[in-house]
């Protein structure tokens, strides 16, 4: 089979870039902006094509949660127009695509975890277009899987572990905010559910992915802390109301996974556990 990973140079596609070395069976095009700019209908039809793709992966996206709300057609384009042509493309070659998806679809009111079949209601342009981009792909092509996800963080890149790792070493004192409630995800899980999808066959449908358990922002941030060694830093817990951002950002996103746990047979860890792995190895690669 050829896997055709979009946006490979982020977290998600950095660590489908390291899995791919245990999955030899298959063979990879790894693209970003400049091997394939997949807002341009032609160049994505024509790779598709060319390269006889049999699944996508699109991790490409874009991310910048308040940049977006002034950025409104970029976020667009690359959340919700351009997954709609690869899914075009896919579904002319009778090819599969996995789109990754966000909690942000959601308004994050609810008090217990989010299934795939509750309402969706984005408080933000990131989120709704990525909702758009969710129902594109949907409407566009049958062999379709979305795989919404939260809190996605990696050794790769630029992410909330890498900075509170960062901040806590260079300040005495950090305030973070802890009236909102997810789930911290490691993108190498993410990874490993996404080459289970693909092994399976893809199941079309909505499937939810973080990883295990619940914490704060706060929490997270102590917890950052505590495994990477930092004690001198003192982590102030503050409200959302005391940290004011462009884009509103969901108060509760934890995701109920029993969804994709029965389809596809997926054990997953707890983010301690994860965050742990994840910590060392970033004090491996030093």
Same mark, same amino acid.
């Given at each position: ?19 791919? $070395?245990?999955?030899?069976? %298959?063979?990879?095009?790894?693209? /970003?902006?400049?091997?394939? /700019? #997949? ?22 996206? %874009? ?23 690869? +899914?075009? +493309?896919?579904? $002319? ?29 984005? +408080? ?26 939260? !809190?996605? %963080? ?41 080459? =289970? ?8 449908? #909505? ?20 495994? =990477?060694? #930092? ?16 884009? +509103? ?18 054990? #997953?860890?707890? !983010? ?15």
């Amino acid at each position: 089979m050829n896997l055709l990973i979009t946006g490979a140079n982020g977290q998600l596609g950095n660590e489908m870039r390291v899995l791919s $070395k245990q999955h030899t069976e %298959y063979t990879y095009f790894f693209t /970003d902006i400049e091997e394939l /700019d #997949i807002c341009d209908e032609q160049a994505v039809d024509d790779f598709v094509s060319q390269n006889q793709i049999d699944i996508i992966v699109n991790c490409a996206a %874009y991310t910048a949660v308040d940049n977006a709300e002034d950025n409104m057609e970029l976020s667009a384009k690359l959340n919700s127009i351009a997954p709609g042509y690869l +899914a075009r +493309a896919a579904q $002319k070659r009778g090819a599969g695509i996995i789109q990754v998806s966000t909690d942000y679809v959601f308004d994050g009111t609810n008090h217990i975890p989010y299934t795939e079949d509750e309402p969706t209601c984005p +408080a933000s342009v990131y989120g709704s277009t990525k909702l758009d981009g969710e129902r594109n792909v949907i409407d566009i092509c049958e062999k379709a899987a979305i795989v919404r996800t939260a !809190w996605l %963080y990696s050794t790769f890149g630029n992410n909330f572990v890498k900075t509170m790792i960062r901040l806590g070493r260079e300040r005495d004192t950090l305030g973070v905010i802890f009236d909102q409630v997810g789930t911290p995800t490691y993108a190498l899980d993410l990874a490993v559910a996404i080459f =289970a999808m693909i092994k399976k066959g893809i199941v079309p449908g #909505i499937y939810h992915f973080s990883d295990e358990g619940v914490c704060s922002w706060y929490d997270f941030t102590k917890t950052i802390h505590r495994l =990477a060694g #930092i004690t001198t830093c003192k982590v102030n817990p503050l409200h959302t109301a005391d940290y004011p951002t462009k884009a +509103a950002r969901p108060h509760y996103s934890v995701l109920d996974k029993t969804k994709i746990k029965n389809t596809y047979g997926i054990e #997953i860890p707890h !983010w301690e556990e994860s965050l742990s792995a994840c910590i060392d190895q970033l004090t491996i690669d030093k």
